[in-house]
């Protein structure tokens, strides 16, 4: 892999991992495009991507680390418990799905599942505002929908944020407790992929390594300080519409 490879997946790492258009689909696609082989060496770079977008919740949300906020950490360990355990005992399955053609129909799945959600709920008033004030319950079921994302393309953002849109939370609330949902998510992720390919580490150009971190880094904190700002004044159909076109050409591309 070369620098401007690790810079454009990268980019789209960072970009997409916190939006509801699935990040595993677009690297997946992207991958595919760019015609990097899923090398060892390769899926050590996408670890440690993946990291540098961890870090970046950790930098936009850095007041909410401290014992005052334990009970919405709480809540947040007890969203993913279902993705974790799922994830856990069918992880040799889920690899078997990833195709390009499994994204392309689980994008426009989720696109018309966000176009019927923001239907039904247009003139709604949610009553959840702030992610401190969610229940234990609403986490729970927000864990449920999230499972859903271990299908490729799928999305784990476009997934939890519906789950919280249907129980109540606001868009914006719904987004920040799905970024918040994603540290324990990735980070599992994250570790079980190290633990496989640390010692592809050693054999990866470190360039590459360390553009890919700091072009994700800086994209993930932007794309997530921006889709906050976004969900100010827009609902989520702009992105229900884009996963029904993107998923549209990819199956055009197919067949």
């Not at 939370?169 to 540290?183: G, N, P, V």
């Amino acid at each position: 892999m070369d620098i401007l490879q690790a810079m454009v997946l990268g980019l789209i790492e960072g970009a997409t991992e916190f939006l509801p258009i699935s990040s595993t689909g677009h690297m997946i696609v992207a991958g595919h495009w760019l015609g990097i082989s899923q090398s060892e060496e390769n899926k050590a770079f996408e670890v440690i991507i993946q990291l540098a977008a961890i870090l970046a919740v950790v930098a936009n949300y850095s007041e909410k680390f401290t014992f005052k906020h334990l009970e919405l950490w709480k809540k947040v360990a007890l969203a993913f418990i279902p993705l974790g355990v799922v994830g856990l005992l069918f992880h040799k399955q889920i690899k078997a799905l990833f195709t390009v053609e499994t994204v392309a129909i689980m994008f426009i799945v989720g696109g018309v599942v966000f176009l019927i959600v923001e239907y039904l709920h247009r003139d709604s008033d949610y009553p959840v505002k702030d992610v401190e004030d969610m229940s234990y319950r609403q986490a729970v079921w927000i864990g449920l929908a999230q499972v859903f994302a271990l299908i490729p393309g799928a999305s784990r953002a476009g997934a939890s944020i519906i789950g919280a849109l249907i129980v109540g939370l606001d868009r914006k609330a719904s987004a920040e407790f799905s970024f918040l949902l994603a540290l324990p998510v990735m980070l599992a992720a994250s570790g079980f992929d190290l633990l496989k390919h640390y010692q592809d580490f050693a054999g990866a150009q470190l360039m590459p390594l360390l553009t890919g971190f700091v072009v994700a880094f800086v994209s993930a904190w932007l794309v997530m300080r921006l889709f906050i700002r976004f969900l100010e004044h827009f609902t989520f159909v702009a992105f229900g519409i884009y996963r029904i076109l993107f998923g549209g050409l990819l199956l055009w591309g197919i067949y």
